[in-house]
């Protein structure tokens, strides 16, 4: 199933939206299984929560999809 960025979106341009799959592993060429992760477009990322987790380490901000929600009904009301 595809998936795309809200068209509506609100953020700065360097923005990165990341959506958590846990059954996103990749395989080396030796057969070892480890977290992986995929662009979906050039700001989103399906990724292993493991790799969430280190990106979160050195996070500026993070956003609760309550949020999310309320700035998006916001400006739907507007």
Do not use: C
């Not at 595809?2 to 509506?8: A, I």
């Not at 662009?39 to 949020?67: C, G, M, N, Q």
Request: glycine share 4%; proline share 4%.
């Amino acid at each position: 199933m595809p998936q795309f960025r809200y068209k509506e979106a609100h953020g700065r341009a360097d923005d990165i939206t990341v959506i958590e799959d846990k059954s996103m592993f990749v395989k080396d060429q030796k057969g070892n299984w480890s977290p992986g992760f995929e662009f979906i477009d050039s700001h989103t990322v399906k990724a292993h929560p493991f790799i969430i987790d280190a990106l979160l380490e050195d996070a500026e901000r993070l956003w609760t999809i309550d949020e999310i929600l309320q700035q998006l009904d916001h400006t739907t009301t507007d």
